[in-house]
């Protein structure tokens, strides 16, 4: 047999149980700010893939920095002269460092696209330093391949590399916020 039954006590909404205080209805709270739309209606900022390739930059650049600070305190704490004395091997450490710190930036910055611009029939990726590719729409709505990155510390949102194929055969990697390549696409459709 089942056992009986017993009855349950429902708790009332704290707003209902709350006494009414005179003159509470007139407190005038500040609005919540309302945040305006900075894109156009045909351009869609890149913002989680930029904010990513920031990040992981910056990440970069400190690892590189640290790893440089230890040669160089390894070069000026070396018994001898020769070593700590050697300015063309402290150039050449720098030299180096800058160049990996630049390519660090191109690898990381150049894949991040600050803008996609709709266009009927297609999508133009505004590239970091400006250069614009004009995608068709159908090489646009099927990318070759995607890797989703999850939000986390190096960004704040869901990120995608997509890597898109041109008619030509070019392919190309993109860090993108991710959705951002298939609105844009779905946006290019309605114009034409």
Known sequence: MGSPARSV???RSVAARAPRVPGADRIDLPEAPTEEPTESPGELENRGGVARAGRVFLLYLGCLLLLFGAFIGAQLSSPYPG???NLLGT???ALIALLAA????AVTMGRAPRTL????GSVVIVERWGRER??????????ASVKAHPPFLLAPDWTETVELAWPGGARRAYLL???LLAR?????????
Request: hydrophobic share 40%; proline share 10%.
């Open 9 to 11: 006590r429902i708790p």
């Open 83 to 85: 070593v700590r004395d």
């Open 91 to 93: 150039g050449a450490l």
């Open 102 to 105: 630049l390519g660090g930036y």
């Open 117 to 120: 611009r709709v266009e009927p």
């Open 134 to 143: 004009r995608l068709p729409q159908a090489a646009a709505a099927a990318p």
């Open 177 to 179: 916020e991710r959705g």
């Open 184 to 192: 844009a696409a779905a946006q290019s459709e309605l114009q034409r």
